[in-house]
């Protein structure tokens, strides 16, 4: 039977012990072998919960999926570190800890709610002079890794029995929760990591809907969700056939003020002075671009081509 070539999305349950390439690998195997498929944000084996596949074209997308925003669900173990700030690593005890209370539990996380700035794991996917830093932490190399800028919303203390701690972290784009954990532990001055992680949303895709490794290949291939879901957190415009030819042929467009107003009312505000990405779609609602919108000049610039014209 010829299996037709997948374009789209896929959302997944990953099971924990499985790095997230060994899931595509797995994943390879429901559709035909030069199906191109790739995530859209890597989960440590220890965790498990969504991980959005793009395939085919929509590979072209999967940027705009890693910038949603997620949810993860943690327990956390006080009174320890790891080297890896997880279960995973090499554990050792913190002696003569004293068991924070709820109060200055509370106090701390609320403490990480805002932009703030994270140093990664020595043990993660985070480049250190064009090499991944765990491959210089499993040669036992130093790693030094510098802060950077990442968004928590919000931290819901889910329930707190010393020395075990569960959080519910809502954050933008390259948060880390070993990260949060390691830090909140040494506020605490007691230690802390990650003994349990799931992802449980990435923008508007929940593990409630998401796919197991389990599944039939017949019903996997009949859920691959349209290509255009990858943007679905973008603002949204659709352009008159004649101004959407002109952008598709790398030209910038002047949008009217009727077009402002009716087309894109969350444009402007979405980005303020600044620019900021837009989904374009066709007179038929298919998605024909990704492109920049300047709300000083009322102009789109192309950024990402996905129809000819």
């Known amino acids: 039977m010829n ?11 990953k099971p924990g012990g499985m790095t997230s390439r060994a899931v595509v690998d797995r994943v390879l195997r429901w559709f035909p072998r030069r199906t191109r498929i790739g995530h859209t944000g890597t989960l440590d084996p220890l965790a498990t919960g ?18 949603m925003n997620k949810t993860y669900r943690t327990r956390l173990l006080l009174g320890a570190r790891s080297d890896s700030d997880d279960a995973d690593g090499t554990i050792t005890p913190v002696a003569g800890t004293l068991a924070p209370t709820a109060a200055a539990v509370e106090a701390c996380a609320a403490a990480f709610v805002g932009v703030i700035e994270q140093v990664p794991p020595a043990y993660s996917a985070a480049k250190v002079s064009g090499r991944r830093a765990y491959d210089l932490a499993r040669r036992g190399e130093e790693v030094m890794l510098r802060p950077r800028s990442v968004r928590i919303y919000a931290v819901q203390i889910l329930d707190y029995a010393y020395p075990y701690l569960e959080l519910k972290v809502d954050c933008g784009k390259g948060t880390y929760i070993r990260s949060l954990a390691r830090d909140l532990g040494e506020r605490l ?43 679905a957190e973008l603002p949204r415009l659709v352009l008159p056939d004649n101004d959407l030819k002109r952008l598709c ?38 998605l024909a671009a990704i492109a920049v919108f300047d709300p000083q000049r009322k102009t789109l610039h192309p950024a990402k081509v996905l129809q000819s014209k």
């Open 189 to 231: 001055g007691c230690g802390a990591l990650v003994q349990s992680l799931r992802r449980t949303r990435v923008g508007p895709f929940t593990a409630e809907e998401a796919l197991t490794l389990d599944s039939n290949a017949d019903t996997v291939r009949a859920q691959v969700m349209p290509a255009e879901t990858a943007v």
């Open 249 to 286: 042929q790398g030209q910038k467009v002047l949008l009217e003020s009727r077009s402002v107003s009716e087309g894109a009312p969350a444009l402007a505000c979405a980005s303020g002075s600044e620019e900021c990405c837009t989904a374009v779609f066709d007179s038929a609602d298919r």
């Open 3 to 13: 299996v037709p070539i997948a374009d789209g999305l896929l959302v997944l349950d």
């Open 50 to 67: 969504v991980l959005v596949l793009c395939l085919g074209g929509a590979t072209r997308l999967s940027e705009y999926v890693q910038l």
